[in-house]
């Protein structure tokens, strides 16, 4: 079988989406993915964290993934669900002119997602300051999806998410499913929560979509595989 490279574009300060990345697509043939880094140490609503998400510094990464002539190029980063899903339809747009190559991300994929699964009301679990979550319920409302409960951390630092507990992830997935949303969003990339989503899934009996798992789910799409070969992920790799 032709090989397959999946590109991925990757905050600088994460440590938890390429294990994991590597670890969905382990179980595939001929599947592999390639990492390119770009600076992101702080999520803030502020001015210089803004900045971090400017399109010429993920284009470049992006160009370096191209060398290695991947089938598909994926930002695993949610800065779009607070800065606008815009910002991450104009960064696709951008990649594909530059590169040749088919464009996705994280958020794209999880609004896919709510289309595919029927999604009508969801609940949010985040990392982030009250701010930026704020933003993100807002942006979601904007698109005719209600956000019915929500739990987030207050933190800002990028790499402190990363060391956040599978435990403290589940107890927050667990809190907000009491209010029967279609669906819970994990929405960092850099927060643990792909590993424990199918056993959360079976016991609340509500879809667990993680911003991870969508951006392979994502990519493996954009590259002409079906994301159905992943197995023991969670069930939005049900979904083709």
């Given at each position: 079988m032709k090989?397959?490279?999946?590109?991925?574009?990757?905050?600088?300060?994460?440590?938890?989406?390429?294990?994991l990345t590597s670890a969905m697509v382990a179980g595939l043939e001929s599947v592999s993915a390639h990492f390119a880094r770009f600076p992101v140490t702080e999520i803030s609503r502020g001015t210089a964290s803004n900045a971090q998400f400017e399109i010429g510094k993920q284009l470049a990464a992006a160009e370096l993934l191209a060398d290695a002539r991947v089938d598909a190029i994926v930002w695993s980063g949610t800065a779009a669900s607070w800065l606008g899903f815009g910002q991450d339809e104009q960064l696709c747009?951008?990649?594909?002119?530059?590169?040749?190559?088919?464009?996705?991300?994280?958020?794209?994929?999880?609004?896919?997602?709510?289309?595919?699964?029927?999604?009508?009301?969801?609940?949010?679990?985040?990392?982030?300051?009250?701010?930026?979550?704020d933003a993100i319920i807002a942006n979601y409302a904007a698109s005719g999806f209600p956000c019915v409960a929500e739990r987030h951390l207050g933190e800002t630092c990028n790499f402190a998410f990363s060391e956040v507990s599978e435990q403290t992830i589940a107890e927050m997935v667990a809190a907000v499913a009491a209010a029967k949303p279609d669906a819970v969003v994990i929405m960092c990339t850099n927060m643990r929560g792909a590993r424990i989503a199918p056993e959360l899934e079976q016991r609340l009996q509500i879809p667990v979509f993680d911003s991870t798992s969508a951006a392979v789910w994502s990519g493996l799409k954009l590259a002409g595989r079906d994301p159905r070969e992943v197995k023991g992920w969670g069930r939005m790799f049900d979904y083709a």
């Open positions: 090989r397959t490279f999946l590109g991925v574009l990757t905050p600088s300060s994460n440590t938890v989406l390429e294990p747009r951008a990649i594909e002119e530059r590169t040749g190559v088919r464009a996705g991300s994280s958020v794209l994929a999880v609004n896919a997602l709510f289309a595919a699964a029927a999604v009508g009301r969801f609940a949010l679990v985040t990392p982030y300051a009250r701010d930026v979550q």
